[in-house]
């Protein structure tokens, strides 16, 4: 069923699949060491120079936990957004993993601050407190929202001058870019990020992420995290080969334009209507917005999407690379059939 649930629900791109399949050629020795996860490896040094090292593994919540068990250990605190990811959707696998506390910050729109963040910055030295060691950004946040590459900076340089790293979860970096009108390197390690999580399921792969180190200090650690968290695939090639493709030709930046310009197309019809009203700005491709009950439940009958915040009657739709101009028009006329 096509909705606008989740761009978790859309289908595979063709050259991604192509991919896959290629893969799938005679045997390969497991565990990563086959020329597609040697390729996927060359081709993300090229994205985001040769200071970077990947660890490819299964999914986003286990991306996010190893990449956070190897910047902290168990007495550190890992300072996030109220609404982060890890906080909220990954039932505290990263917390359980790494054995840190989470501390979770209030922000009006999903992002942290240099201003948010300092008020948190104390008891350095002192054991009867969990120590500040990782601060998570998730770029796009959880409410559709995009760091600049100066906020991410001002974020990164407070953080360093106290011996802290950023972890930034990158499930939907390509939307960013995309919005930002810049490469993933810049808004990444060029702003001071220290770890990424990097996904490409979101926009056109079929499952896999990557952890992406920039410190050799944190590569040293990573292969044995991975195993032990259970993220180290034996028939890897089927998971690295995918990013091939991904970053050739811009592919992972053509899918995210495309589901970009569906999200604000798609606001564009939404804001029509004065009986709903947006909650966020739409800066990638996940819009936020209230609708009145009643038109709410009618919309449900025929569409299947998440609401937000129950009690305010936020719901949220996400446009997706495979978004069709007849998807929105279909909305388009079902608005206006439940709001007229």
């Not at 040094?45 to 490819?56: D, H, I, Y």
């Not at 808004?187 to 990424?196: E, K, N, P, R, S």
């Not at 930046?253 to 739409?282: G, S, W, Y």
């Amino acid at each position: 069923m096509r909705s606008f649930a989740s761009d978790n629900n859309s289908g595979v791109h063709p050259l991604i699949m192509d991919a896959v399949i290629k893969a799938n050629d005679n045997h390969a020795v497991g565990y990563g060491d086959d020329p597609w996860t040697a390729q996927a490896t060359a081709k993300i040094k090229e994205v985001f120079g040769e200071t970077a090292s990947p660890f490819f593994l299964f999914n986003g919540t286990g991306a996010n936990s190893v990449a956070l068990q190897a910047v902290t250990r168990s007495y550190h605190s890992i300072l996030c957004a109220e609404t982060a990811h890890i906080n909220v959707d990954e039932c505290g696998a990263p917390g359980r993993m790494s054995g840190c506390a989470l501390v979770t910050i209030p922000t009006p729109d999903g992002k942290l601050t240099p201003e948010l963040i300092k008020p948190h910055l104390h008891n350095f030295g002192v054991c009867h407190h969990s120590q500040p060691k990782a601060v998570y950004i998730s770029q796009v946040s959880e409410l559709g929202t995009v760091y600049t590459i100066d906020e991410v900076k001002a974020i990164a340089d407070l953080l360093h001058a106290h011996d802290m790293y950023l972890h930034m979860d990158g499930a939907r970096l390509a939307n960013a870019c995309a919005y930002l009108n810049c490469s993933m390197k810049e808004v990444t390690v060029d702003a001071g990020v220290d770890i990424l999580s990097f996904g490409g399921t979101k926009n056109g792969m079929m499952m896999g992420e990557a952890v992406i180190s920039f410190h050799p200090e944190l590569t040293e650690t990573l292969p044995f995290i991975r195993k032990q968290s259970a993220q180290l695939a034996s028939k890897l090639r089927y998971m690295s080969a995918q990013f091939i493709p991904y970053l050739e030709n811009n592919l992972w930046l053509e899918n995210a334009r495309h589901a970009n310009a569906c999200a604000k197309r798609l606001a564009d019809v939404l804001a029509e209507f004065p009986q709903i009203r947006m909650t966020q700005k739409v800066e990638s491709n996940q819009l936020f917005f209230i609708i009145p009950d009643e038109p709410l439940k009618k919309l449900q009958e025929k569409y299947f999407f998440y609401m937000w915040n129950e009690e305010k009657n936020e719901a949220r739709f996400v446009t997706s690379w495979d978004t069709t101009e007849e998807d929105i028009l279909d909305m388009e006329k079902s608005l206006r059939e439940v709001l007229k």
